[in-house]
C-alpha cells in the first residue's frame, strides 16, 4: 500500500509540475492555473494567442473591440501583466485608462495576481515588496496604486489616467484599456483630440524598441484614437502596421469559429439576454457597444444624429421605392453602389426601411435591386443615370423587363439636392427602421464639398421621389 500511495503521489507530482510547466507557457494556461474558477470560452482562447504573440513579439501593435464584460480586460489588463513579469521580471510595463481611479484598481489587481501562491509556483523569481509604500527608502522598491517594482530586478508596472504624466519612464509594453468614458467624451472633438495629443506626445514617445502596444476600447466614433492610428496605418506604408481583433456579439459574416448570426458567448449570455440588452442600449449604443460599429459626426453635416429618429416598425405605406445611385468606375467593384428602400406612410411620413449598398459588379446590383424591388413589393426602381446613361436601365431590363423604372438625373449640385431632404429629418418627418448604422455614418459624416457618398446619394434620390417630386435640381425623366 505505501508502494502504491507513493507511486500515486509521484503520478500526482508529474501530472501537477506537467500543468504548471504549461501554465508558464501560455496565457490562457497561466489564467486558468492562477484563476482556478476561470472559464474560458473560444473567445478568450482566440485573444489569448493574440496576446501571447505580443509577448514573444510577433505582434508589435495589437487593437482589441469586444462587448463589454466578455473578459477582454481579464486577460489583457490583469493577467498579461502579471504573465510578462513572471516570464521576464525586467519588463517595463505602463498601463493607462480613461481614469487614474480605475487604472489604480487593475494595478492593484495586478498586484494581487503576484502575490498569490499559485503565482510563485510558477515564477518565485517575480516578487513585490512587502509593504505599501509610496517613496523609495534605501533598499527597498516601490509598490503602491500607482506603480509597483519587482524585488532584485528592473521591472515595474506603472498605472495612469489617459492625459496624465508618464514621464521619466520607458515601456516595453504599453496598455491602453477604455482610454474614453463614455460616449458623450467620444463624440466631442475636443476630448478626442486630446486623447491624440496625449498618445502622440506623451504615450507614444516612451516606448522603448521593439515596444508593444495594446489598444483596448469602444468604438464610439470614427474618428476616436484607433480610427486615427488605422487610417495612418492605411495611408502610409512607414505608418506602424496594427493587428485588429473585432468581435462583434453577433457574427455578421462567415468567421473561422462561427456562423452568421451565431452568438459570442452565448453559454454566458444567450439570445434572450442579448435581446433585452439591445432594446435596453438602444441602436446606436448598441452598435458601438456589442457589434464594434463605430459612429461618425461632423460638425459641418447636414445631419445629426438627434435629427435621426428611430421606429421599431412603420405602417402600411402608400408607396415604396428602391432607390439606386451606381457606382461611377466601370470597373467591376471598385465602387460602391448605394441601393436604399423607403416607403412613405398615409401621414405623408417618410420611413427608410433598408440599406443595401455595396461593391458590386453591374449585374450585381442590379439583380440585388430587383430582389429588393419584389421583397417589398415596390412602386418603382429610381436609379440616378448621370454616369451610366441607358446603360442603366438596360442592365435593369436585362434581369426583369417588366420592372416599373425611373431614370432620375441631377441638374444641380449636391448641396442642394441634399438640403431638402435633411430638412425633412429636421421636421421629424423621417424614420429609420432596422439596421442603417452604416448609412447614418455616411449622413452624419458628410458635408458639402466633400465627395459623392453613394448611400447618401441613393437616400436622396428615394425620399425626393416620395416626399419631394418636383423641387428644383432633379428632373425625373420617365
Known amino acids: 500500500m505505501k508502494k502504491l500511495a507513493k507511486k500515486l503521489s509521484k503520478q500526482s507530482q508529474i501530472k501537477q509540475e506537467i500543468k504548471q510547466e504549461k501554465a508558464r507557457r501560455n496565457l490562457i494556461n497561466f489564467t486558468r492555473y492562477t484563476f482556478p474558477d476561470y472559464e474560458d470560452n473560444w473567445h478568450h482562447r482566440l485573444l489569448a494567442k493574440?496576446?501571447?504573440?505580443?509577448?514573444?513579439?510577433?505582434?508589435?501593435?495589437?487593437m482589441v473591440f469586444m462587448p463589454p464584460r466578455y473578459g477582454k480586460t481579464e486577460l489583457a489588463s490583469r493577467r498579461l501583466?502579471?504573465?510578462?513579469?513572471?516570464?521576464?521580471?525586467?519588463?517595463?510595463?505602463?498601463?493607462?485608462?480613461?481614469?487614474?481611479?480605475?487604472a489604480q484598481d487593475i494595478n492593484r489587481d495586478v498586484q494581487?495576481?503576484?502575490?498569490?501562491?499559485?503565482?510563485?509556483?510558477?515564477?518565485?523569481?517575480?516578487?513585490?515588496?512587502?509593504?505599501?509604500i509610496r517613496t523609495v527608502a534605501k533598499g527597498t522598491y516601490?509598490?503602491?496604486?500607482?506603480?509597483?517594482?519587482?524585488?532584485?530586478?528592473?521591472?515595474?508596472?506603472?498605472?495612469a489616467g489617459v492625459g496624465g504624466g508618464i514621464t521619466g519612464k520607458g515601456f516595453d509594453l504599453g496598455?491602453?484599456?477604455?482610454?474614453?468614458?463614455?460616449?458623450?467624451e467620444a463624440m466631442s472633438p475636443t476630448y478626442r483630440q486630446k486623447v491624440w495629443d496625449w498618445y502622440t506626445t506623451t504615450f507614444y514617445t516612451r516606448a522603448?524598441?521593439?515596444a508593444r502596444i495594446i489598444l483596448i476600447m469602444t468604438r464610439w466614433h470614427e474618428d476616436d484614437l484607433a480610427g486615427r492610428l488605422l487610417s495612418q496605418d492605411k495611408k502610409s506604408k512607414f505608418a506602424e502596421k496594427w493587428d485588429v481583433l473585432s468581435l462583434p456579439v453577433i457574427a455578421e459574416k462567415q468567421e473561422k469559429y462561427r456562423e452568421p448570426g451565431e452568438l459570442l458567448w452565448p453559454d454566458k449570455y444567450n439570445e434572450d439576454d442579448i435581446n433585452i440588452t439591445k432594446s435596453t442600449l438602444g441602436r446606436r449604443?448598441?452598435?458601438s457597444l456589442y457589434m464594434q460599429k463605430p459612429q461618425?459626426?461632423?460638425?459641418?453635416?447636414?445631419?445629426?444624429?438627434?435629427?435621426?429618429k428611430l421606429a421599431n416598425d412603420y405602417p402600411a405605406l402608400k408607396r415604396i421605392i428602391v432607390a439606386i445611385d451606381p457606382a461611377a468606375s466601370k470597373k467591376a467593384t471598385s465602387d460602391e453602389t448605394g441601393i436604399v428602400v423607403a416607403g412613405v406612410g398615409p401621414n405623408g411620413y417618410g420611413y427608410v426601411l433598408e440599406d443595401a449598398s455595396g461593391k458590386y459588379s453591374p449585374a450585381g446590383w442590379a439583380k440585388k435591386a430587383i430582389g429588393l424591388y419584389r421583397k417589398y413589393e415596390a412602386d418603382a426602381i429610381v436609379a440616378e443615370t448621370n454616369q451610366g446613361g441607358d446603360m442603366v436601365e438596360s442592365n435593369i431590363r436585362t434581369y426583369d423587363r417588366n420592372i416599373s423604372y425611373k431614370e432620375v438625373k441631377a441638374t444641380r449640385g449636391k448641396q442642394i439636392r441634399a438640403e431638402p431632404i435633411a430638412s425633412l429629418y429636421e421636421q421629424g418627418k423621417v424614420y429609420h427602421v432596422g439596421d442603417l448604422v452604416e448609412l447614418e455614418n455616411q449622413l452624419t459624416s458628410w458635408q458639402p464639398g466633400d465627395d459623392s457618398p453613394d448611400r447618401l446619394d441613393a437616400l436622396v434620390w428615394a425620399l425626393t421621389d416620395l416626399m419631394l417630386k418636383g423641387k428644383d435640381g432633379i428632373t425625373f425623366l420617365k
Open 285 to 287: 449604443k448598441w452598435q
Open 208 to 210: 522603448e524598441d521593439n
Open 142 to 159: 516601490l509598490r503602491n496604486s500607482e506603480i509597483f517594482e519587482i524585488v532584485n530586478h528592473t521591472g515595474f508596472y506603472k498605472s
Open 175 to 184: 496598455i491602453i484599456d477604455d482610454p474614453v468614458k463614455n460616449a458623450e
Open 112 to 132: 494581487k495576481v503576484i502575490d498569490n501562491d499559485k503565482y510563485r509556483e510558477l515564477f518565485s523569481n517575480t516578487q513585490l515588496y512587502g509593504k505599501n
Open 296 to 308: 461618425t459626426r461632423s460638425d459641418a453635416a447636414l445631419w445629426n444624429y438627434n435629427i435621426i
Open 50 to 62: 493574440k496576446l501571447d504573440k505580443v509577448v514573444s513579439g510577433d505582434i508589435r501593435r495589437l
Open 81 to 102: 501583466p502579471a504573465y510578462m513579469l513572471g516570464k521576464n521580471p525586467d519588463a517595463q510595463i505602463i498601463a493607462c485608462s480613461y481614469a487614474a481611479t480605475l
